[in-house]
């Protein structure tokens, strides 16, 4: 869900392909039926539940975004650069119903039908684009698809489950931002200091996408580090600090790592750290250790990816 939400942040946002979009050698048809307390359902069926909003089907390849509007029998067609896209989000009016990603290949000089997809939900009314738990199952249906006078050939092709992320087990680019974190630490030290700062990180792990169970991690910071002993006036050490490190996810939800930092502009140092995150890519919490030139500091940190917090408030 979190990985949906990032790529329609990045659809949004950058509205268009920073290059020329391909000329349009296949495409993709389908219909949307709904499921509702066991009883399927076409758009024509709900006008009065969905009050007249317009629907229409997400796909993403990269870049590029395609949007398929879906008629009233459920049927949608789109025309489409070869390859192989995603169906990620419903268009619902003003509002979008995030999907499973499931992958489609649309052929060149083809028409690829993707299937009957079938959205289940217990009221499509009060649901629908609520994002509060609908199910998505893809049939083999394709009688009858396709626009009435095809110009490319119709050929089935199944949209079938895809990754998390696009192009998983290489390093795209929703994976390399994902990683970005922006957070807190505060703590205390030895002497009776106390610690904290901001910190910035982006994090990359060895297989793809990043919150695999047992995923090994790379980790590069840059912070601000503020320590500060009672009755001192001045901080003892006001430094900036760049820092490396390495670990292990043994869960997709917890992270343990360890490195060093070299800080500067204060005490200056090579600083050894060990942390202890939990969470998921969007948001975490969790400990640090690290040993300076004034003795040990233990922090509480709290951390945020900046695309997922602009994808939620979309």
């Known amino acids: 869900m979190l990985a949906s939400v990032l790529a329609l942040t990045l659809a949004v946002v950058t509205g268009a392909a920073p290059e020329a979009r391909p000329p349009a050698t296949a495409a993709v048809t389908g219909r ?49 650069t070869a390859g192989v896209w995603r169906i990620e989000w419903l268009e619902v009016g003003g509002k979008s119903e995030l999907l499973p990603p499931h992958e489609v290949d649309a052929r060149a000089g083809q028409t690829t039908c993707a299937g009957q997809l079938e959205l289940a939900l217990q009221d499509v009314e009060s649901e629908l684009g609520a994002n509060a738990g609908s199910h998505l199952a893809v049939v083999d249906r394709c009688v009858g698809l ?79 580090v503020n320590r500060e002993v009672s009755g001192v006036v001045a901080p003892v050490a006001a430094t900036r600090a760049v820092g490396l490190g390495a670990g292990f996810a043994p869960f997709g939800w917890l992270e343990a790592t360890a490195g060093g930092e070299v800080r ?42 900046p695309l997922f917090l602009v994808g939620s408030l979309l």
């Not at 949307?32 to 089907?57: E, I, W």
């Not at 997400?58 to 590029?64: A, C, I, S, T």
């Open 32 to 80: 949307l039926m709904f499921r509702q307390k066991g009883q399927l359902l076409a758009p024509r069926d709900l006008r009065r539940a969905l009050h007249g909003a317009r629907l229409a089907v997400g796909l993403r390849r990269g870049w590029e975004v395609l949007v398929a509007p879906v008629a009233d029998d459920g049927s949608f067609h789109t025309s489409a």
């Open 146 to 224: 396709g626009p009435g006078a095809p110009r490319l050939p119709i050929v089935t092709g199944v949209a079938r489950p895809g990754s998390d992320y696009e192009g998983s087990g290489s390093r795209g680019v929703l994976e390399i931002l994902a990683g970005l974190r922006g957070g807190w630490a505060w703590g205390s030290g030895d002497n009776d200091a106390t610690v904290g700062g901001w910190r910035l990180e982006m994090v990359s792990g060895l297989s793809s996408p990043l919150g695999n169970a047992g995923n090994l991690l790379l980790v590069a910071s840059f912070a601000d």
């Open 264 to 305: 500067f502009g204060g005490r200056a140092g090579v600083v050894p750290w060990l942390a202890l995150r939990g969470g998921n890519p969007a948001f975490g919490i969790g400990g640090r250790a690290a040993f300076g030139p004034d003795g040990r500091e233990l922090s509480i940190t709290v951390d945020l990816s």
